[in-house]
């Protein structure tokens, strides 16, 4: 048991230190605008601590002259580790975010306020995405229940 606790522990320094990387690699020669992210983004997430559940993203994100974002994720469960969710693949669900997007580090930092979800297979989580320089690719960790090991990454449409 101790030896898992320790490598979930290595696991979220590697997160921490991997995540401080690429939000300092990320920061573009010059300020992003809200109209950087103001798209619809199409992805992937998975998860570090629950292996085997990989969902697709459309997320259509909202930025105003406050930098307050808005938006709607349509997701789709691809797989679940789970016997019992093997009939809920390729069911979808819609979560609602909010949050603030930071032009001077080109992060976004929402989170999901409430569901859309007849299937029960979404859960509100909290994002914190870094958009790309060329503004392509908008990617980061999300909370996954605690221990911050979703992962996302989203290509511009």
């Known amino acids: 048991m101790r030896a898992v606790a320790v490598h979930r522990a290595s696991l979220l320094a ?3 230190l991997l995540f401080a990387v690429l939000l300092t ?3 573009p020669a ?3 605008s809200p109209a950087d992210v ?10 570090l601590t629950d ?31 789970r016997a019992n969710e093997q009939a809920k693949l390729n069911l979808t669900g819609v979560e609602y975010v909010k949050g603030t997007f930071f032009p001077d580090a080109g992060v976004v930092k929402m989170n999901g ?18 958009l ?11 909370y ?14």
């Open 14 to 16: 590697h997160l921490v």
């Open 51 to 81: 292996r085997g559940y990989l969902y697709e993203a459309n997320l259509t994100l909202s930025a105003d002259a406050a930098n307050h974002v808005t938006g709607t994720i349509h997701w789709t469960l691809r797989q679940s580790p």
């Open 144 to 157: 996954d229940h605690g221990p911050w090991t979703g992962q996302i990454q989203l290509g511009r449409q």
């Open 25 to 27: 690699a990320a920061i």
């Open 30 to 32: 010059q300020a992003a």
């Open 113 to 130: 306020v409430s569901l859309d979800d007849p299937n029960h297979i979404l859960g509100v989580d909290q994002y914190r995405l870094i």
């Open 38 to 47: 103001t798209a619809t983004w199409h992805g992937l997430w998975t998860s």
């Open 132 to 142: 790309s320089d060329d503004g392509k690719v908008l990617g980061g960790i999300t």
